[in-house]
């Protein structure tokens, strides 16, 4: 009987102390995770407004060069934040939403007309390499410069040349394709007014 009260003690110690050291060791975790996706969107960023930086100075230059704005979104207890380059009135914004095979996070970043496309980054992504994964690439991405973010921009095979609304569909990723014109048609609902009512009270 005392040899199985004691293994009992002994396996209640142990899952108590892989507990805790599992708890630790995922909030050391989460910080450093926390710390790598803000650096990750920082540089987009600095990036998007041609802003020169070493990984070192990253949150630095950030901090010196960029404007954080957080706006009150009606209906919502959490603000759209946007972050504005003064000197060019560049304005960027992360986005979110569903893809094929998980979220698509990224950042995009306007001219001050608030439709004009600089440059979009993706920052994570689960879609299938080679395919929607193309998503990820700077020579597909550099297909939305120039053109206009709205409630309307089509990614669509069926382009049409010259119309700045109208974005080629990754070939081979027609479904990841329709997955992120959603997701930037509704980060864009979600903050055209917002940002043009702000824009007009400056």
Do not use: C
């Amino acid at each position: 009987m005392n040899k199985t009260k004691q293994m009992l003690v002994f396996v209640l110690a142990m899952g108590l102390i892989t507990s805790f050291l599992l708890v630790g060791v995922s909030l050391l975790t989460r910080e450093r995770i926390l710390a790598n996706q803000q650096a990750a969107l920082q540089s987009a960023i600095l990036q998007a407004n041609d802003i020169a930086f070493t990984a070192g100075e990253v949150n630095e230059i950030f901090n010196d060069r960029i404007e954080v704005i957080e706006l009150e979104e009606e209906g919502s207890d959490t603000p759209l934040v946007f972050f504005r380059h003064p000197a060019s009135g560049n304005i960027s914004f992360q986005f979110e939403g569903g893809g094929v095979w998980g979220p698509i996070i990224g950042v995009i970043t306007l001219e001050d007309d608030f439709k004009t496309i600089v440059e979009i980054t993706i920052l994570e992504q689960e879609e299938t390499p080679g395919l929607g994964g193309i998503i990820t690439e700077r020579a597909y991405l550099n297909n939305y410069v120039g053109a206009h973010l709205s409630e309307s921009i089509t990614i669509s095979h069926d382009s049409v040349p010259g119309d700045p609304n109208y974005v080629d569909a990754i070939t081979g990723g027609t479904r990841t394709s329709e997955r992120f014109e959603t997701i930037l048609r509704t980060a864009y609902q979600r903050r055209a007014d917002v940002w043009r009512t702000f824009a007009e009270e400056e």
